[in-house]
């Protein structure tokens, strides 16, 4: 899965913060998240849903039964890699 730095950076924190590993949430977004093409897609359809949702002060809820506690971040300047 190729991601820019900022979404690795969110994911690390939405983990940190919903005491998840990467596969755990990777698995839930897969399986709930359709029609975005692929998997980096969806990723980032998540991030950007959990962290926009939290500025508006609602908990999110994708993916489901989850806990959402979690701080907006970014920070780091844009370019991909892979993990």
């Known amino acids: 899965m190729r991601l ?15 005491s998840l590993t990467m ?3 990777v698995t839930r977004i897969d399986k ?12 980032r359809v998540f991030v950007y849903s959990y962290f926009y ?4 002060r609602k908990g999110p809820n994708l993916p489901p039964d989850l806990g959402w506690k ?5 920070g780091r300047t844009s370019r991909t890699r892979s993990r």
């Open 32 to 43: 709930k998240i359709t029609g975005f093409g692929n998997l980096s897609s969806a990723v």
């Open 70 to 74: 979690s701080e907006v971040l970014w």
């Open 4 to 18: 820019e730095v900022p979404f690795w950076d969110a994911l690390e924190e939405i983990l940190e913060k919903e």
């Open 23 to 25: 596969s755990e949430l």
């Open 53 to 56: 949702t939290l500025a508006k």
